[in-house]
């Protein structure tokens, strides 16, 4: 929803220069997956399930994007399924497996790094019963084979652990992971989502039973993912329906999606020979960092063996990561907090505090991911507005914790409320008491209404919107500027009782000029 938002806010900006560094978000989609796509969509629209000629050039073309899918992980193209997601995918394996197991068998054992797509999953398989261990990490997210080799049992039917963690970079040791759970009998679904084109990955060699992916990580399309499920595995879908997929995964089959991602994976191996190219800027990135702000920390394993090669999470003391954040964002920068903060939840990073890290630190955390096409020069960019930024020479927006929010802030005369919540949201929930509405997609309208003396404390539903509108009145010459972090969602969570007695109260509807 905020993402509209912030694409509007463009105009705002007078940065016209754009460089993004959140590729283990997601990818933008290569040109000739695109066109590969655009020539699904136009010629190919018969029912791969059709037993006439266009049917059947559709089935063809499922069956050719299987191949370059299988062919990309070591797989036998019969063990490739397709599905939405990666999130449809480790929610399938997750719960096929367990069905099959339990109660026979009563434990799972993961890591408490992997994905929510794995981590609410087991919670909702917890609540029918399943017991979940999660077995500890090092303080560079490995995890501990000792810990594993205590928590594996005959009890134990499935090992869950991703091969690199989307937040840190950390490669596991899947071999050995697999090597613990099959002297005991269990099964191991690992999730690669961020390891396809980023490092190598052999599924036969390892012996895994399961593994996901997703296109949209690897320069594909949004909407289309697999899982893959070795010979003999046992299985039962998560959709019924037709019996599309070999009775797998019914639903008919998104053609244009399926060939995008086997395209994708055709440039699987071009990607891995640029791993070296990206690692030396990562590196060059780090030795940046470490000379402006010499107490940063590399939450990132040190061995470049153990990290993917463009992921970078680091650390910077006494700076709030939404700030930072949000003022690389007015300046056309893409990074992001690696955590839920980015979506406006005020929930520190689950994978950062696994390793150690205590909440503050992590609210001072960035992740930088870097894609094949950052240049040298982009990188020098984002040091050179973090480094005017640390020393002060761009202004920090104060950051107000919804801790501090209370009763006399907010009923003090010298604060201005701004609420920029989008119009629905409003319809929604209540807002603070005493704010000012103004219409976020026109704030440059309002600036003679706002005070210059005072303080403008401005607020969203999760704190993000609000970020950018903050800096945005920043540039424009008002002081005196702070943002509500975790906006009004989090609030609410710290102060319901001030919420039920003056939500909504004296509001003021500001006309634009
Ligand atoms: N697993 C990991 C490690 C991820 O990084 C992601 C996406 O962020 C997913 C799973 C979910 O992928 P999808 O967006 O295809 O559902």
Redesign the pocket.
């Known amino acids: 929803m905020e993402l509209q938002y912030f694409e509007f806010l463009k105009h705002l900006v007078r940065f016209n220069r754009r460089v993004y560094l959140d590729h283990?978000?997601?990818t933008p989609v290569n040109g000739r997956v695109r066109r590969a796509m655009d020539q699904a969509l136009k010629a190919h629209y018969g029912n791969p399930s059709a037993f006439y000629g266009m049917g059947r050039k559709s089935a063809k073309l499922l069956d050719e994007a299987r191949q370059r899918v299988a062919k990309a992980v070591h797989a036998d193209p019969t063990e490739v399924y397709f599905t939405a997601?990666?999130?449809?995918?480790?929610n399938a394996a997750l719960k096929a497996v367990a069905s099959h197991f339990h109660p026979k068998k009563t434990k799972i054992v993961s890591t408490p790094i992997?994905?929510p797509?794995?981590i609410n999953t087991l919670a909702y398989l917890e609540n029918q019963g399943v017991i979940v261990k999660y077995c500890p990490v090092d303080d560079q997210g490995r995890v501990r084979l000792s810990e594993l080799e205590k928590l594996v049992d005959e009890d134990t039917f499935l090992v869950c652990c991703?091969l690199?963690?989307?937040e840190t970079g950390v490669i596991q040791d899947i071999s050995a992971i697999t090597k613990i759970a099959k002297r005991h009998g269990a099964l191991v679904l690992t999730?690669c989502?961020?390891a396809l084109g980023k490092i190598p990955i052999d599924l036969h060699a390892w012996g895994v039973d399961y593994a996901?992916f997703?296109?949209?990580?690897l320069y594909g399309p949004?909407g289309i993912?697999a899982l893959y499920v070795k010979q003999g595995s046992p299985f039962t879908p998560l959709l019924h329906g037709g019996h599309q997929e070999s009775g797998l995964r019914a639903g008919t089959e998104s053609i244009h999606n399926i060939v995008g991602f086997g395209v994708a994976c055709e440039a699987v191996e071009k990607l891995l020979s640029q791993g070296n190219q990206i690692s030396g800027l990562k590196r060059q990135l780090i030795q940046r960092f470490t000379e402006i702000k010499p107490d940063c920390v590399i939450n990132s394993p040190d061995a470049e063996a153990e990290c993917l090669p463009n992921t970078l999470s680091i650390t910077f003391p006494g700076v709030e990561n939404a700030g930072l954040m949000g003022m690389l964002d007015y300046r056309g920068i893409a990074v992001s907090a690696g955590s839920a903060c980015s979506t406006g939840e005020d929930t520190p990073s689950h994978v950062l505090k696994a390793i150690g890290l205590s909440d503050r630190a992590a609210r001072e955390t960035i992740r930088i991911s870097l894609g094949p096409d950052t240049s040298a020069r982009d990188l020098q960019y984002l040091t050179r507005m973090v480094q005017e930024y640390l020393e002060g020479r761009i202004p920090f927006v104060n950051m107000l914790a919804p801790a501090q929010l209370n009763e006399s802030f907010l009923f003090a005369e010298d604060t201005f409320i701004l609420d920029v919540r989008p119009p629905l949201n409003r319809k929604e929930a209540k807002g603070l008491p005493n704010s000012h509405e103004v219409d976020p997609l026109r704030v440059e309208r309002y600036l003679k209404q706002l005070p210059r003396e005072k303080q403008i404390l401005v607020y969203c539903p999760g704190g993000g919107l609000s970020v950018m509108i903050s800096y945005y009145l920043q540039a424009k010459g008002f002081k005196r500027v702070t943002n509500l972090r975790g906006g009004l969602d989090a609030w609410r969570k710290r102060h319901g009782a001030l919420y039920d007695k003056y939500a909504g109260q004296n509001v003021t509807v500001l006309q634009p000029d």
Do not use: I, L, R
């Open positions: 283990n978000a997601t997601c990666a999130t449809e995918s480790n992997e994905h797509s794995v991703m690199a963690n989307n999730d989502v961020q996901s997703s296109a949209h990580k949004k993912g």
